[in-house]
């Protein structure tokens, strides 16, 4: 059972461990905002990852609370050791990302005595609207969703709500109306994220290249916004940068070496590759190795995630950047919960912050294990 230090030094620990990525990423500019643009100042280009999900100074909306949400729903402990916690895990755990998530809710729950059923879609919207309906029948009185898309779990959410039951959702956001159709939403602000990977790319290729971008999963908020403030930051800011080519890799690193591979092969062009999570970039790395081009040299890559093997990669040269997205979030996500049941509420959105990993600090985070 891991026991966590009293909060006080839990919060020194963070702040040692390093600042968010940059200033604009720390502001609560939320995920469709359009954040003012990273600023990339050293101090914040040597933030380190933060061992901790800790929400940003900000938050936005009211307190949401039990007495509010939907009406009202029945005031629960979650700590009783009776009351059923249900957690909805979108994505396969072979992803870094999603095994680091899935293992802090857990780790969490453990701590606190919550008793916790849980279960995995593998990426499939069908799966995990059954599986949520299946974690109802089974005694669940609230939820921890991680949604695999924005859109398609309107029927567990529905059900979910006609039983009065509540749902937090982390990672991502559905459609819906924060405090009526789910508590709230905890997770990171990846439209900035995206800018600052535009501006790792252009200082990385002098602000001159021809860039391939792999998408996320279609249909997500993560997706669209990494996309959308790629492009944004690009037009905005480096008018030599031009984007030849963009193609979902589904968030896959097979997917992701399958579309590099057909993209090098169409565009000889291609320099530079911005990946919308790490898996795609590592399976962009062995496609750019299999085109004969040496990664971090021929092609510079910048990605989004910060999981070990792709801050390796940073250390070693072949990524130029990786902007890390905290799965951490179990204290985060419990403490939210609580304070819904208690007076405090939760704001409508709770931005994270997140590391950044470059060729200045990537070895001193994976020396120091701050690398998930
Ligand atoms: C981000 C999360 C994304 C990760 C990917 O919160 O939804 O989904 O960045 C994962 O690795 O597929």
């Given at each position: 059972?891991?026991?966590?230090p009293?909060a ?18 720390c ?133 979910a ?13 559905v459609?819906g ?91 000889s ?12 970039a ?63 509420g ?27």
């Amino acid at each position: 059972m891991t026991t966590r230090p009293p909060a006080r030094s839990v919060a020194a620990a963070v702040l040692a461990a390093g600042l968010c990525l940059a200033a604009s990423a720390c502001t609560n500019s939320g995920n469709d905002d359009k954040a003012s643009g990273p600023s990339s100042s050293a101090a914040d280009n040597t933030a380190a990852s933060q061992q901790v999900v800790t929400p940003t100074d900000s938050a936005a909306g009211a307190g949401c609370t039990s007495q509010q949400y939907g009406g009202g729903v029945p005031k629960l402990d979650i700590t009783d050791g009776s009351t059923v916690v249900g957690f909805s895990q979108s994505e396969s755990t072979s992803n870094p990302f999603r095994a680091t998530e899935t293992k802090s809710i857990e780790n969490e729950a453990k701590r606190l005595g919550v008793k916790l059923i849980e279960r995995n879609a593998n990426a499939d919207v069908n799966t995990q609207n059954s599986q949520i309906e299946d974690m109802i029948a089974q005694g669940a009185k609230v939820l921890i969703v991680a949604p695999e898309n924005s859109d398609g779990l309107g029927p567990a959410l529905a059900q979910a709500k006609a039983k009065k039951i509540p749902v937090l959702t982390i990672d991502r956001t559905v459609t819906g109306a924060a405090c009526t159709d789910f508590i709230a939403f905890i997770g990171s602000n990846f439209y900035g994220q995206a800018q600052i990977a535009a501006d790792d790319l252009a200082q990385a290729t002098g602000g001159k290249a021809h860039v391939a971008i792999l998408t996320g999963t279609p249909g997500n908020n993560v997706t669209t916004d990494r996309t959308k403030g790629f492009q944004d930051q690009v037009k905005a800011k480096y008018p030599n940068i031009q984007v030849v080519a963009s193609q979902t890799g589904n968030f896959a690193q097979t997917d992701g070496q399958k579309v590099m591979e057909q993209l090098l092969q169409a565009h000889s062009d291609i320099n530079a590759v911005y990946a919308e999570n790490d898996e795609m970039a590592l399976g962009a790395v062995q496609a750019i190795r299999a085109a004969g081009k040496t990664p971090g040299k021929d092609v510079k890559i910048v990605s989004i995630d910060g999981i070990q093997q792709a801050v390796q990669d940073v250390a070693a040269g072949q990524l130029a950047a990786d902007i890390e997205t905290n799965p951490r979030f179990g204290p985060l996500a419990f403490q939210s919960l609580q304070d819904f049941y208690g007076t405090k509420g939760v704001p409508d959105k709770v931005i994270i912050k997140d590391g950044h990993f470059t060729s200045a600090n990537a070895k001193q985070a994976l020396d120091q294990g701050l690398v998930y």
